[in-house]
Nanobody, 126 residues
Framework: HVQLVESGGGLVQAGGSLNLSCAAT????????LGWFRQAPGKEREGVAV????????QYADSVKGRFIISRDKSKMTWSLRMNSLKPEETAMYYC???????????????????RGQGTQVTVSS
């Protein structure tokens, strides 16, 4: 089993920034795709960003490119999401997630992450 714990959500004004962090414990040795996704009430889940554990390759949803930055500390199995220029429509529950994929190229925001955290609320006021 893998346990994921997020932190860092909260309330921010439009245009502001927030940092989210995630820590994974348990059986993490084979897990190589680290990510974040979000879900707002009544909306589908959206993959936001992913990063490969070993080489740090990243991929972002088009909606956040240039504004969000995902990073990781592979030795500690922690990763973060820096969110800049936040928009009200990005209000959602944000989840960190982790998966084992066959290659770095397979670590995409579309991955069906089998493990996720409990979520942290991000609210962007207009």
């Amino acid at each position: 089993h893998v346990q994921l714990v997020e932190s860092g959500g909260g309330l921010v004004q439009a245009g502001g920034s927030l940092n989210l962090s995630c820590a994974a414990t348990g059986k993490t040795n084979i897990l190589n795709c680290l990510g974040w996704f979000r879900q707002a009430p009544g909306k589908e889940r959206e993959g936001v960003a992913v990063i490969t554990r070993i080489d740090g390759g990243t991929q972002y949803a088009d909606s956040v490119k240039g504004r969000f930055i995902i990073s990781r500390d592979k030795s500690k199995m922690t990763w973060s999401l820096r969110m800049n220029s936040l928009k009200p429509e990005e209000t959602a529950m944000y989840y960190c997630a982790v998966a084992a994929v066959s290659s770095g190229a397979s670590c995409r925001t579309s991955v069906g992450f089998p493990s996720r955290g409990q979520g942290t609320q991000v609210t962007v006021s207009s």
